[in-house]
């Protein structure tokens, strides 16, 4: 089994930061990429951002210029630093996960925090 825990999450005026973690624990042999999905009310989860191993990054293009995502490999950490953060960002932030359980099996599980909440007020 694997544990993501987010945190970081809050309230934050339009023109604000804030930073999200998220730690992943568990069984884990490896993990090949991290990432950030956001879902607001009434709409479909979407991207945010995503980071693999080596480090490659991919961004939606709402985040482009005003989010960052890394990683600290060691501690099966992901972040996600949120700069000039609009009203329009407000949204339950989830961490997401694919995992290798074991170096017997090259098989890759996907894996979902709880979601933290991030809202922005105008």
């Known amino acids: 089994q694997v544990q993501l825990v987010e945190s970081g999450g809050g309230l934050v005026q339009a023109g604000g930061s804030l930073i999200l973690s998220c730690a992943a624990s568990g069984s884990i042999f490896s993990i090949h990429r991290m990432g950030w999905y956001r879902q607001a009310p009434g709409k479909e989860r979407e991207l945010v951002a995503t980071?693999?191993?080596?480090?490659?990054?991919n961004y939606a293009d709402s985040g482009k210029g005003r989010f960052t995502i890394s990683n600290d490999n060691a501690k099966n950490t992901v972040y996600l630093q949120m700069n000039s953060l609009k009203p329009e960002d407000t949204a339950v932030y989830y961490c997401n996960a694919h995992i290798q359980y074991s170096s017997r099996a090259a098989i890759v599980y996907q894996w979902w925090g709880q979601g933290t909440q991030v809202t922005v007020s105008s």
């Open positions: 980071i693999t191993s080596d480090n490659t990054t």
